[in-house]
C-alpha cells in the first residue's frame, strides 16, 4: 500500500461509523497527536470516505491540520463496513498489563510528565494503577517500618453474615467459621479437590490471621475429607512454603510439584545497605543528581487528591565501608508466589482409582496454554515435528519479548500446561465486582490506618489504601483467572472443590465459571459478605 498526504477538506466521515468519540477520547488523540505526529495513516476509500480513523480525523481537525496522511483500500460497501467493526472491535478485545503498564508510565512521568498525558493516561488513573500494583504478601524491613504510633483502627460495621451461618449461593455452600472444626464435620472421602490460599504466616498488614501457615491439623483433616487420589493445591509465601509442604507430607500427602503464579508486578522492599552504614555513622552523603518521582497520592492535594512527586536524590558514599556495600541491598523483586501440588494415595493403580473414586489425575488438554497466551511466559518458538519419528523440523516463530510471536500449526492443541501460570494481580475493577452494595470504607480504614498518618502514607500499608472508597476490603485478593486455571487442572467433571480459607471468594468464583460445585469456609463474618457479594455478581453474570 502506498501513503499519500491528502487535504483534510477532502477526507469524509464515515455516515455508517459506530463508534463514538466522546471529549474525552477526543482530547487523548489530540495530544497523541500533538506530540508524536501522525504515526500511523488513516484507512480511506477510493473516493475518499475514511474507513478507520474517524476519531483522528476529528482530532487534526480540531487541532487546525490541514492534511493527514492516508492509504486508500480496494474493499466497498459491506466490506468496508465490516472492517471499519473489525479494526475498532480488535482493540477493544485486547487486555493490559496492568502491573507492566504501571511500570513503564510511571517511568514516562519521571522522564517527562507530558508523556503520559500523550499517551492517553491521566494522573488520576496512573494513580490508580500504582495503588493496584502495591499490594505484597511480604513483610517489611523492621527497621524500615513506618510509625504508626498514631494509626487508630476504625471500627468496623457489623458483619450481615452470622458466625456458623450456612449460606447458598447457587451450587455452591459457604460456611461461616473455623475451616478445621467444619472440615470434620465433612464426611471421609466426599471430596474431589482442595484448591485453597492460605495464610501465609507472615503477619501481612498485622493480620492475626496470618501469624502461621496452616499445620498438621488442617493437614490431616484435608487429608481424611479428600477421595484417594485426590490432589490439594495450596499457595504460601516463599519463605514458608516449606513449613506448609511438610504439614502436608507428614499426614501423608504425596508432594507432587510446586506451581509457580507468575506476576512481575512486585516491588522490592529492600534496604541500602551502604545508606544504612552511612546512616548509622551519622555521616552526610554528597548529592550528585536529583529526579522528579512519582512517590505517592496525597488524599489533601488538589482540593481532594492527587499524585504527589518528590525528589529523589543520587548519593555518593560517604564512608569506606559505606562505598565497599554500595549497591548492596536486603531483597530480590518479588514476582512469584508458589503453591503445594500434592495428592492423596491412590487406592490401587491410576487407572483402578480413576475408575472407582474419579479422582488421581490432572486435567492436561483442559489446561493447556494457548499459543500467543500470555499465562505461558516461556520461550516463544513454535516447533513443527515429523508425525513418524517426533523429530523437530524447523522452527516457525521466533520469540519477541516476554509474550513471544506464534505461528502454530493448525491442529496444535496448545503447550503442555508447565508448572508456573503467569498472569497479572487483579485489578480495582476485578476486586470490587459485585461489593457496590457492601458499606464502603476510605482506603486508609480499609488498610486500618488513619487517615494522613505515616502507616497509610507507606506503600507496604496495601493495595487500596489511597482510594477514596473501598467495598472489597480484603487485602490478599487472588485473580479469577489463576485460580479457575488450578479449579480446572484438579477437579473432574461435575466434582466438588474445597476452600477452606475462602478469603474473598475468589474460589468459589473460579468454581462457577468451571461449572463445579465449591464448599467454602471462611472464619471472618465480614469477608464472608464479601464472598457472598462477588460470587453471587458471577452467578448473575453466567
Known amino acids: 500500500m502506498q501513503i499519500e498526504s491528502v487535504l483534510i477538506d477532502e477526507l469524509i466521515f464515515d455516515p455508517a461509523n459506530v463508534r463514538t468519540h466522546d471529549n ?4 487523548a488523540i489530540k495530544g497523541s497527536l500533538a506530540k508524536f505526529g501522525q504515526q500511523k495513516p488513516i484507512v480511506i476509500t477510493a473516493g475518499g ?5 474517524n476519531g483522528t480525523l476529528a482530532a487534526a481537525k480540531a487541532l487546525g491540520w490541514q ?48 508523556l503520559v498525558d500523550a499517551a492517553g493516561f491521566s494522573s488520576d488513573e496512573l494513580t490508580a494503577l500504582v495503588d493496584d500494583m502495591t499490594q505484597e504478601p511480604h513483610e517489611q524491613e523492621p527497621h524500615e517500618q513506618a510509625s504508626v504510633e498514631d494509626d487508630e483502627i476504625p471500627e468496623a460495621p457489623p458483619a450481615i453474615t452470622q458466625p456458623g451461618e450456612v449460606v447458598q449461593l447457587g451450587r455452591h455452600t459457604l460456611i461461616a467459621g473455623d475451616c478445621i472444626e467444619l472440615m470434620k464435620a465433612q464426611p471421609e472421602n466426599s471430596i474431589d479437590a482442595v484448591v485453597t490460599d492460605p495464610p501465609y504466616g507472615i503477619g501481612f498488614m498485622g493480620k492475626g490471621w ?35 509442604t ?62 504527589a512527586s518528590g525528589t529523589i536524590s543520587v548519593t555518593t558514599p ?28 491412590l487406592e490401587g493403580t491410576v487407572a483402578e482409582n480413576v475408575l472407582k473414586w474419579g479422582t488421581g489425575a490432572i486435567n492436561i488438554d483442559g489446561c493447556r496454554i494457548a499459543y500467543g497466551d500470555p499465562a505461558w511466559p516461556g520461550p516463544g518458538a513454535v516447533l513443527d515435528y515429523d508425525e513418524n519419528n517426533s523429530q523437530e523440523i524447523a522452527p516457525q516463530g521466533r520469540a519477541q519479548g516476554a509474550r513471544g510471536v506464534y505461528r502454530p500449526a493448525a491442529s496444535d492443541i496448545g503447550r503442555w ?18 461489593c457496590g452494595e457492601l458499606p464502603s470504607k476510605s482506603g486508609s480504614e480499609a488498610v486500618e490506618r488513619k487517615a494522613g498518618s505515616a502507616g497509610v502514607e507507606n506503600p507496604r500499608a496495601g493495595a487500596g489504601r489511597t482510594a477514596s472508597e473501598v467495598h472489597n476490603h480484603h487485602p490478599t485478593v487472588k485473580p479469577v483467572a489463576l485460580m479457575r486455571w488450578l479449579v480446572r487442572l484438579v477437579t473432574p467433571p461435575g466434582g466438588k472443590v474445597l476452600e477452606p480459607f475462602a478469603g474473598s471468594g475468589t474460589t468459589l468464583i473460579a468454581a462457577e465459571r468451571e461449572a463445579v460445585d465449591c464448599l467454602g469456609f471462611e472464619r471472618e463474618p465480614a469477608y464472608c459478605d464479601i464472598i457472598r457479594a462477588r460470587v453471587k455478581k458471577a452467578i448473575d453474570e453466567g
Open 24 to 27: 474525552k477520547n477526543l482530547d
Open 49 to 53: 470516505v475514511v474507513v478507520a480513523g
Open 67 to 114: 492534511s493527514l496522511n492516508v492509504v486508500r483500500t480496494a474493499l466497498e460497501g459491506s466490506d468496508a463496513t465490516a472492517y471499519a467493526i473489525a479494526d475498532n472491535r480488535t482493540a477493544d478485545l485486547a487486555a493490559w498489563d496492568d502491573g507492566a503498564l504501571a511500570e513503564i508510565l510511571s517511568a514516562l512521568q519521571i522522564e517527562d510528565e507530558s
Open 210 to 244: 496470618d501469624c502461621s501457615v496452616p499445620g498438621e491439623d488442617f493437614a490431616r483433616e484435608a487429608f481424611r475429607v479428600l477421595k484417594p487420589g485426590g490432589h490439594l493445591i495450596a499457595f504460601a509465601a516463599t519463605r514458608t512454603v516449606h513449613r506448609l
Open 246 to 307: 511438610v504439614a502436608l507430607e507428614d499426614s501423608g500427602f504425596e508432594i507432587r510439584d510446586q506451581i509457580g503464579w507468575l506476576q512481575w508486578q512486585g516491588f522490592p522492599k529492600s534496604l541500602d545497605v551502604s545508606k544504612a552504614i552511612d546512616n548509622a555513622a551519622g555521616a552526610v552523603r554528597e548529592v550528585l543528581s536529583t529526579s522528579k518521582q512519582a512517590v505517592g497520592f496525597d488524599p489533601a492535594a488538589q482540593g481532594g487528591g492527587g499524585w
Open 318 to 345: 560517604a564512608t569506606p565501608d559505606a562505598q565497599r556495600w554500595a549497591g548492596w541491598g536486603t531483597a530480590l523483586k518479588p514476582s512469584q508466589e508458589p503453591a503445594v501440588l500434592c495428592r492423596k494415595p
Open 417 to 434: 500446561p508447565a508448572n508456573i501460570y503467569h498472569c497479572p494481580k487483579p485489578s480495582r475493577g476485578e476486586r470490587e465486582a459485585g
